[in-house]
């Protein structure tokens, strides 16, 4: 018997998250006066997320057992036909994602306990995580547009105050505005592609659209000979290029790094980054009916893959090391849709969540044990000092890199594998940048492994010329003579669970979501045009097969090759990563300055916002609404009343003058209108 999914415990799901972000936020802080223990505040809002977490274990096993779910929770505003409400699209895409969404997010919040252990914001930011936990849920949980925007810009909120909530530097109240802006840029797409939709369909929930898509992708855009479809799905992945950090709306990420780490794991490497990708799946059915739009994901996916990847090469703060390891997986997810290869896409990131989640954390635990001091540069041989974080960031890394049997590996060989044998136009620029990316990841993320965690040990000396000017105000750093130290228990428990999904969810979930019906009616792709995944189907023997085949391919032996090169470069001839910086300098130079992208972004968007503010501040309002409307009406009305007061003589004779002049008036206008009637 199929078993049926209760709308009680559906709408329980982002409620219990919410419920502890508002205690924790209003009686957690001086809003009402500290009402609440310091303690309380994890223990309501790590409540709420285990809730939300063992509940969504729960969907996820109805799902897989048949249970499905798409109706109205509340209908919020009925105009005309058309119906604004909030419902929810419980299918195994869904599920998944609950699941992913909820396990990490607690995760964060246990590891939050030991990390923000001493900061005096300590209920505020649970208060946050909170509640950008159950933004996440409303998005991904949504079965209309009207939902999905919603949680698409609530979750933006939640990140500007999470990466800004150090709001005392500088460095972060920069960070966050331009974060803020730079997902403005996404969202005025994401927008334009929702109104297309609801133009031309008249509805706002999936299946009313999806019904139409026939018709839509047989439409152009009035006055253009544009494909609507095409248009509206490439203003759709505009909104995806900024929520996930595609180039050229990738600037913000690296600069969110100011915020405190456990964010980073949670916003920018398991859950807010991937709305795009989800959403891209979810719109299957309509990518699927334009190859012009799949060709230009395909594009901005692979140039996001590989020069993201060279930037990480060049980075000494550990955490935008992993940052950029961040954009440059995004990228491969990206690539992967664009190859109309979703569910590989949905696979990695699910993958990617658990093992970049384990890097990020990993980070803040040596960050705690270098008394927050993030420069790689003043670290090394670690290993001896904090034996749990060394051996879960080598799992990480081994999964970050593809190697065999590993959860990263499943999901980027099948990306490969899927690239190699698409047929959408980019596919041979997409190989090449996801082929040399394998290389440039296990180069980067081994460099960093070394260099924190073994060679010569180069904490507790004196390091100030390493120091970035911008991070000085928060670089602390171990005194002479002082050791490293493991991390508390609640620090590293969240490092070995994630530990284990990092290394053995690959491989027992690539059969059923690549290749079984785990995802069913969920995602859509139209075989005979795009058959990749199909092909990858019919070569599929079993994961042991699939990670025993690697040992003869190319992919293997291009990431063998990224880690011993930094091995021979970061630990047996550490002189020669000075003289390439000698000889390629110029090269260095445009890396080191991330190919001028902010250059560009402050010069385009910040200060381009700055002068479209200033020209409606003084054009808009100060000219029309003050000027012209506020200002002029008073004037009017005084120049009115000025002139017609002058009536008001307080003579007899004037105002008998003025009636007679008003009946003559009057009878003036009676015989006109009845000569009028008579002629």
Not at 228 to 237: G, S
Not at 351 to 368: D, E, N, P, R, W
Request: a neutral charge.
């Amino acid at each position: 018997m199929t078993p049926t999914l209760n709308p009680h415990i559906l709408l329980a799901i982002p409620l219990a998250p919410l419920v502890g972000a508002a205690i924790a936020g209003l009686f957690g802080t001086k809003f009402f006066g500290n009402l609440l223990p310091r303690a309380m505040a994890h223990i309501v809002t790590i409540l709420g997320v285990a809730i939300a977490c063992v509940l969504s274990f729960m969907v996820l096993k109805d799902v897989m057992a048949g249970a499905r779910f798409n109706e109205t929770i509340y209908t919020w505003m009925q105009l005309g036909e058309l119906s604004l409400d909030v419902g929810f699209l419980i299918d195994p895409l869904t599920a998944m994602m609950m699941v992913v969404v909820t396990f990490v997010s607690l995760m964060v919040h246990i590891y939050t306990i030991g990390y923000m252990s001493e900061d005096e914001g300590y209920a505020r930011f649970f208060s946050y995580i909170s509640l950008f936990t159950f933004a996440m849920l409303m998005l991904v949980m949504s079965n209309n547009f009207l939902q999905l925007f919603f949680g698409w810009e609530a979750v933006g909120l939640v990140s500007y105050l999470l990466i800004g909530f150090w709001y005392k530097r500088p460095t972060a109240i920069f960070a966050n505005m331009k974060a803020f802006l730079v997902n403005r840029v996404g969202d005025f797409g994401f927008i334009l592609g929702i109104g297309l939709l609801l133009a031309y369909s008249g509805s706002m929930s999936y299946d009313g659209v999806f019904a139409q898509k026939d018709v839509l992708a047989q439409q152009t855009l009035p006055g253009t000979d544009w494909n609507l479809l095409t248009v509206a799905c490439i203003c759709l992945f505009i909104g995806a290029m900024g929520k996930s950090a595609q180039f050229p709306l990738h600037v913000w990420l690296p600069d969110s790094m100011e915020g405190p780490t456990p964010i980073s794991a949670l916003i920018h490497a398991a859950t807010m980054v991937t709305a795009g990708i989800f959403m891209v799946s979810r719109m299957s059915p309509l990518f699927e009916l334009t190859d012009t739009a799949l060709s230009f994901v395909l594009i901005i996916g692979s140039i996001t893959a590989l020069f993201m990847g060279f930037l990480g090469i060049v980075q000494n703060d550990i955490k935008r090391v992993v940052a950029y390891s961040t954009l440059s997986q995004l990228g491969y997810m990206t690539v992967a849709l664009g190859v109309s290869a979703y569910p590989i896409a949905v696979f990695h990131l699910m993958t990617h969540a658990f093992f970049k989640a384990l890097l990020f954390l990993g980070a803040g635990s040596v960050i705690m044990g270098m008394h927050h001091d993030q420069d790689m540069r003043n670290m090394g041989g670690l290993w001896k000092y904090m034996p749990i974080t060394w051996f879960t960031s080598l799992i990480g890394s081994l999964a970050l890199i593809g190697t065999p049997f590993f959860s990263g590996f499943y999901s980027k060989d099948s990306i490969i594998e899927a690239v190699a044998k698409s047929q959408i136009a980019g596919s041979d620029f997409a190989f090449f940048a996801v082929m040399a990316g394998v290389f440039i990841t296990a180069f980067y993320s081994f460099r960093m492994y070394f260099l924190v965690f073994h060679g010569k040990e180069r904490f507790g000396q004196a390091h100030d010329d390493h120091h970035d000017a911008h991070h000085d105000d928060h670089h602390h750093g171990l005194a002479p003579g002082q050791k490293p130290h493991e991390s508390p228990w609640v620090v590293t428990l969240p490092l070995v669970l994630l530990a284990i999904p990092s290394v053995a969810i690959g491989y027992f979930a690539i059969g059923p979501m690549l290749f079984g019906e785990f995802f069913g009616q969920a995602i859509f792709i139209d075989a005979q045009k795009h058959s990749a995944l199909a092909q990858l189907a019919a070569d599929f023997h079993g994961p042991v097969a699939m990670a025993a085949h690697a040992l003869h391919t190319p992919v293997l032996y291009l990431a063998l090759g990224g880690v011993v090169t930094a091995a021979v470069l970061y630990l047996w001839l550490p002189q020669i990563p000075a003289f390439f910086a000698r000889v390629l300098a110029p090269l260095k130079k445009i890396l080191d300055n991330k190919y001028y992208m902010d250059d560009l972004n402050q010069a385009l968007f910040a200060k381009g916002s700055i002068v479209l503010g200033r020209g409606l501040w003084r054009g808009a309002d100060q000219g029309l609404i003050d000027g012209l409307i506020v200002n002029g009406s008073a004037k009017l009305v005084g120049w009115f009343s000025g002139s017609v007061r002058r009536v008001q003589s307080g003579f007899l004779y004037h105002y008998a003058f003025a009636m007679i002049l008003g009946l003559i008036g009057l009878i003036s206008w009676i015989l006109y209108t009845h000569l009028k009637t008579i002629q």
